[in-house]
């Protein structure tokens, strides 16, 4: 497995931007794919984006797409999420994943607070 450690949120008017970033730990992590994944309050957590290991392949959810942008630089084994024209049900802790596969995930951070206000 590898450590995940996030970072970059916080507090944001509606329309906003805010960049959150994941910083991952381990020889490997370089080769992982990850993911962004987020959860407020009374829901269940919920699947926002995914990056493959060489940044080839993205995928959003339909609620951020257009919006949201992942990418990663493995050069600092950290993985990015700009998020755009911030609206108020965007308002979760934001949670960073990896795994050995893509869209699968096995190794979680403990989350950022994103709070979009309107």
């Known amino acids: 497995q590898v450590q995940l450690v996030e970072s970059g949120g916080g507090l944001v008017q509606a329309g906003g931007s805010l960049r959150l970033s994941c910083a991952a730990s381990g020889r490997t992590a370089s080769s992982y794919a990850m993911g962004w994944f987020r959860q407020a309050p009374g829901k269940e957590r919920e699947f926002v984006s995914a990056?493959?290991?060489?940044?080839?392949?993205?995928y959003y959810a339909d609620s951020v797409k257009g919006r949201f942008t992942i990418s990663r630089d493995n050069a600092k084994n950290t993985v990015y999420l700009q998020m755009n024209s911030l609206k108020p049900e965007d308002t979760a802790v934001y949670y960073c994943?990896?795994?050995?596969?893509?869209?699968?995930?096995?190794?979680w951070g403990q989350g950022t607070q994103v709070t979009v206000s309107s």
């Open positions: 990056i493959s290991w060489s940044g080839s392949n993205t």
């Open positions: 994943a990896a795994g050995a596969a893509f869209l699968t995930y096995d190794s």
